[in-house]
């Protein structure tokens, strides 16, 4: 399962800063990841974010950040691996979307950018960033 603290809609002006958490149990395996995408009206679903453990180094995660998001937007982990955390700064309006968290579990193989490798999707958060 995977849920996303933040249920309202965020409301925030361009170059505010937000973060969203996400809490995902789902991990079935030492090799997993926890992903970030978003959607905003009438675009495909977009990676944005992206953290994994690898089966040879479990006790070790890393980053991915999209090209678009790359320098403002950065994702962490909490001390338990269940605590997902998007920080995301300078935001524009172009980054009005959908946010929607989710975890590999059963699904991952090991590329973080395609939603086929996630099983449990968050409930989404609304951003919204007015000019």
């Known amino acids: 399962q995977v849920q996303q603290v933040e249920s309202g809609e965020e409301l925030v002006q361009a170059g505010d800063s937000l973060r969203l958490s996400c809490l995902a149990s789902?991990?079935?395996?030492?090799?997993?990841?926890v992903g970030w995408f978003r959607q905003a009206p009438g675009k495909e679903r977009e990676f944005v974010a992206a953290?994994?453990?690898?089966?040879?180094?479990?006790?070790?995660?890393?980053?991915y950040i999209a090209d678009s998001v790359k320098g403002r937007f950065t994702i962490s982990s909490g001390n338990g691996r269940n605590t997902v955390y998007l920080q995301m700064n300078s935001l524009k309006p172009e980054d009005t979307a959908v946010y929607y968290c989710?975890?590999?579990?059963?699904?991952?193989?090991?590329?973080?950018?395609?939603?086929?490798?996630?099983?449990?999707w968050g409930q989404g958060t609304q951003v919204t960033v007015s000019s």
């Open positions: 989710a975890e590999g579990g059963r699904y991952y193989s090991g590329n973080v950018y395609s939603t086929s490798n996630y099983e449990y």
């Open positions: 789902g991990r079935t395996s030492t090799s997993d990841a």
């Open positions: 953290i994994s453990w690898s089966g040879s180094s479990a006790l070790y995660s890393r980053a």
